[in-house]
């Protein structure tokens, strides 16, 4: 096969990925917000109740008894809770990706405009912009990290959103 078949290929698909994810969320979204609108007060009154009865006819003496339930519940509580922060952070790093390579393509193609309208004023910004970006460096003194804590700003650059900032005020 051709590359650029292949790429069209590639492309296609990234699209249809994206939409299913916005379809995804968008369903995500009217399901918790029916979920919860679902659980009126007085369902909540007979689920109770109705989970007490199963639990009083299932208990076997000196083997389950209510508090192992109630531990048992809590348990599942705390793991369903800590799959959506799971889920939520990892929706935010993919966010983060997609707005650093957004902040990436908008500096090249800022490059790129650049280089288009003045050449000789291009490699003169860069030579500027790096010269600023070493006296900044000089200026502020790196914070010391704790022994056990590495320094999240030193190793991964700037967040995105400070990269985005930056690029809109250039």
């Given amino acids: 096969m051709k590359f650029s078949v292949l790429r069209s290929r590639v492309k296609r698909?990234?699209?249809?990925?994206?939409?299913?994810?916005?379809?995804?969320?968008?369903?995500?979204?009217?399901l918790?917000?029916?979920?919860?609108?679902?659980w009126s007060p007085l369902r909540i009154i007979i689920a109770g109740v109705a989970s007490?009865?199963?639990?009083?006819?299932?208990?076997i003496p000196g083997k389950v008894n209510g508090a192992?339930?109630?531990?048992m519940i809590g348990s599942i509580s705390n793991l369903l809770a800590?799959?959506?922060?799971?889920?939520?952070?990892?929706?935010?790093?993919?966010?983060?990706?997609?707005?650093?390579?957004?902040?990436?393509?908008a500096d090249a193609a800022a490059d790129k405009v650049d280089d288009a309208v003045n050449p000789g004023a291009a490699a003169a910004a860069g030579a500027a912009a790096g010269a600023a970006a070493a006296a900044s460096v000089q200026r502020s003194?790196?914070?010391?990290?704790?022994?056990?804590?590495?320094d999240r700003q030193q190793d991964n650059?700037?967040?995105?959103?400070?990269?985005?900032?930056?690029?809109?005020?250039r």
């Fill in 13 to 30: 698909c990234e699209q249809v990925v994206a939409v299913r994810l916005a379809d995804t969320q968008d369903n995500w979204g009217v």
């Fill in 32 to 38: 918790s917000q029916v979920w919860r609108s679902g």
């Fill in 52 to 59: 007490g009865f199963v639990v009083g006819k299932l208990e």
């Fill in 68 to 71: 192992r339930w109630l531990q």
């Fill in 82 to 105: 800590s799959g959506q922060a799971a889920f939520a952070s990892a929706m935010a790093a993919h966010a983060a990706g997609a707005a650093d390579d957004a902040a990436e393509q």
């Fill in 141 to 150: 003194p790196a914070p010391q990290a704790s022994p056990g804590r590495q």
């Fill in 157 to 169: 650059g700037p967040r995105p959103a400070e990269a985005a900032t930056e690029l809109s005020e």
